[in-house]
């Protein structure tokens, strides 16, 4: 089992796209450059907590070595720490967690063939609002981390 922490009250990925237009657009709509569409780029609040893991994780992390010793399809446990007790979409929190993995180099992929991703609860934490993640390869028994997760 790696465990890691993924720092920052996690947003959701999908529910507040923005349009944006890099190039100034005409009228009050924002399209892309060539085909004339809307862009729809992340929140800036994704966009803030996704930079400030991409530069910190492998900093904290061995990030080559985690991913030298995983054998997929792997088993994600995660625990959220919120900033505050607002309701909150697991799958949209999950997705950008995945996403953000991926990216760091953990895994090369965030596909059902190689990742499961599993909530295992959350509590209020202002302080240190963040992600625990508990990454076990395949054949590891995930079981007992998740009822002792779900007890808290």
């Known amino acids: 089992m790696i465990q890691l922490a993924v720092y920052g009250n996690t947003p959701a990925i999908k529910n507040s796209k923005r349009l944006f237009c890099p190039r100034g657009c005409p009228g ?11 862009n729809l780029v992340h929140s800036k609040q994704f966009d803030i907590w996704y930079k400030a893991n991409i530069k910190t994780i492998p900093h904290i992390f061995n990030v080559k070595r985690i991913a030298r010793g995983l054998v ?12 505050t007790k607002r309701k909150f979409d ?12 991926v990216a760091v180099g953990i895994l090369r ?5 190689v990742v499961r ?13 963040r992600c625990e993640l508990y990454i076990f390869s ?15």
């Open 28 to 38: 009050n709509i924002s399209t892309n450059f060539k085909s004339k569409r809307p």
């Open 72 to 83: 997929i399809p792997v088993v994600i446990l995660a625990y959220f720490y919120r900033e």
């Open 90 to 101: 697991y799958s949209n929190a999950l997705d950008a967690i995945q996403d953000l993995i």
């Open 109 to 113: 992929d965030d596909n059902a063939n």
């Open 117 to 129: 991703t599993i909530p295992a609860g959350h509590e209020k934490d202002n302080v240190n609002p």
């Open 138 to 152: 395949a054949g590891e028994d995930y079981h007992e981390k998740l009822k002792e997760l779900e007890e808290k």
